[in-house]
């Protein structure tokens, strides 16, 4: 793996919306604001200002604002933003090329997923945090904060995960497992199976959470992981947040923490973990190495190599 160079202040940083359109002015100002707050020096893609459809602008602007950010010598970060839907389809027109040649720090989520993935895929560690523009993101809490920042400025660091205050992670098979934590929105790692972007599992912990999807099609959609493979592959499982996940009838539906169950996975696993569509959030680092405690429910970064 490659890990990029911690940040510092006054380092320049790409501001890019590979998904769809931010909602507001207003609130890529908030992105602004925020990134300046802790010294960093924005700059705002054209992506950022751009609106075509449900996307923020056509594939070949986002896919510019994103080799654009890699090949720039004076970027020394990027901030993705927006999610939404979107990601995917520039996949093909990303030059990973430049992103072996000048590796950078590079965060996001939600349908960033798909970035992750194929970044990860080509040695790149990146970040998963939440986004500056994000609706709940003026409303973050310290705990959110300090967990996204401190990422930005020490990607490699070791450590415990922290939980916030009075969150319970609960177990769901007993067990220690370790490797390089790979994942991310279930929707869109779905999306990318049986294309050359494929998310690779093997001997890696998987992280899953989910926003907007009914609990039978988090079931369906976790089969076809499951029929992959996806799950034998893994050394452990990690599984977040599934926000608004609930059945339209409960009467006709398993509930998401029996879907989870009736999986019957073989590798320690962990559920309720707080990360996804939801504050307090933490930020996970995909390509550092990870020990996951699922009897106990911890989580520990313990190295890079």
Request: with cysteine; aromatic share 8%; proline share 6%.
């Amino acid at each position: 793996m490659i890990f990029p160079t911690p940040l510092k202040r006054d380092d320049k940083v790409a501001l890019i919306a590979p998904s769809s359109p931010i909602l507001s002015s207003e609130r890529l100002d908030f992105a602004v604001s925020y990134l300046k707050n802790l010294g960093l020096s924005p700059l705002v893609g054209e992506s950022c200002h751009s609106h075509y459809g449900h996307l923020a602008g056509k594939d070949e602007l986002r896919a510019i604002d994103i080799n654009r950010a890699f090949k720039d010598k004076q970027i020394s970060g990027i901030f993705c933003i927006r999610g939404g839907n979107g990601a995917a389809k520039v996949l093909d027109k990303v030059d990973f090329e430049a992103v072996r040649n000048n590796p950078k720090f590079f965060c996001g989520y939600s349908d960033i997923t798909a970035l992750h993935i194929a970044l990860n895929n080509v040695g790149l560690a990146t970040y998963h945090t939440p986004m500056a523009s994000e609706a709940n993101f003026v409303d973050a809490d310290e705990y959110t904060l300090s967990e996204f920042e401190k990422y930005i400025f020490d990607p490699l660091i070791l450590g415990l995960i922290p939980m916030p205050s009075g969150h319970q992670v609960k177990t769901l098979v007993k067990g220690i497992a370790e490797g390089r934590v790979c994942g991310g929105n279930l929707s869109s790692m779905a999306a990318l199976m049986g294309t050359p972007y494929e998310i690779n599992t093997k001997g890696k912990i998987l992280f899953i959470e989910e926003v907007g999807t009914n609990a039978p099609r988090v079931d369906r959609i976790l089969n076809g992981l499951r029929l992959a493979g996806k799950f034998d592959d893994c050394t452990g499982v990690i599984f977040g947040d599934f926000t608004n996940c609930e059945p339209i009838d409960p009467a006709f539906s398993l509930s998401i923490p029996e879907i989870l169950y009736n999986l019957n996975l073989k590798v320690p696993t962990i559920y309720n973990f707080p990360c996804g569509h939801i504050l307090p959030t933490t930020s996970i680092p995909f390509g550092l190495i990870i020990r996951l405690n699922a009897s106990a429910g911890t989580l520990e970064v313990v190295g890079a190599m």
